[in-house]
């Protein structure tokens, strides 16, 4: 008898927001799936794509592999596509599907999530605030466990929010600012970590107002003397548009450096 799969998307996981700039061709877009297994079984478990463009690269052929009855698992997925020369919208599903065999043959169910992927050029937006802390300040962003430094940027000679602490913290950058007042609302950064074994980095988040988190992802990596990044995070503020909200990046790390850097604000009609 076939099995039933509920497939549940944190936050705003069916809305991928993508910032053009600097994207290098093909567009990597990496994400974290887990698998949660509830049968009396081990189950082999695929990814599909069907959305339009897209790869799954890693794992390959997206076959994530075994979870072992009452047991769940993460997965680190990597899909690519072509990278546009203009704002596009990319709409398909992500599937699920169980077998009950190692040669992915026998099927005992699916389970489809739609997606839209944003791929936007923000910094040609109509409105567009950059802070990239090239000039050595903190340019208005209050910082906890991060400072203004040239040890890291993603342009040559620049500056980012840098610092290596040891115990496990959250290193927050955040400002209070009037949000574009246009239909389209986003915000977008960079990130990188490193550090030695038994450093970890938790979670990535966009909060709004304090509470309101607008973007979180649930990394769970692990690190061992790597060095991860510089990623780019994109999310959707156009809900507070033409409002002054304050607005703070969250990032839950231990024993490593972080950074963050070239912080965008950007809307359009």
């Known amino acids: 008898m076939p099995i039933g799969i509920v497939f549940n998307a944190n936050l705003n996981a069916d809305k991928i927001y993508m910032d053009l700039t600097y994207q290098r061709d093909p567009i990597e877009h990496k994400f974290y799936l887990t698998v949660r ?36 698992k993460t997965f680190e997925i990597i899909m690519t596509r072509p990278k546009p020369t203009s704002d596009v919208e990319d709409n398909g599903t992500l599937i699920i599907e169980a077998y009950s065999d190692s040669g992915y043959t026998v099927k005992e ?15 040609n937006w109509t409105d567009v605030e950059i802070y990239s802390f090239d000039d050595g300040t903190d340019q208005g962003w209050t910082l906890t466990n991060l400072a203004v430094s040239g040890a890291r940027s993603i342009e040559p000679g620049g500056y980012s929010l840098y610092k290596w602490v040891k115990d496990p913290v959250h290193r927050t950058a955040e400002k209070t600012l009037t949000l574009p007042n246009r239909n389209k609302v986003r915000i977008s950064f960079y990130f990188m970590y490193s550090g030695l074994a038994g450093a970890w980095i938790r979670d990535v988040a966009v909060i709004v107002n304090g ?3 607008v973007f979180g992802i649930p990394i769970e990596v692990n690190i061992t003397s790597k060095t991860g990044g510089w ?39």
């Open 231 to 269: 990623f780019k995070v994109a999310a959707d503020l156009s809900a507070y548009r033409g409002q002054t909200v304050t607005v703070k990046i969250d990032i839950y790390a231990h024993y490593c450096h972080i950074g963050i850097d070239r912080i965008v604000i950007a809307g359009k009609d």
């Open 211 to 213: 509470t309101d988190q």
């Open 109 to 123: 169910g699916e389970q489809s999530l739609p997606v839209t992927v944003y791929i936007e050029d923000l910094e």
């Open 37 to 72: 297994n509830q049968s009396i079984g081990g189950l082999y478990f695929k990814l599909v794509s069907n959305i339009p463009n897209w790869t799954i690269v890693s794992p390959t052929d997206g076959k994530l592999g075994l979870v072992d009855a009452a047991l769940s």
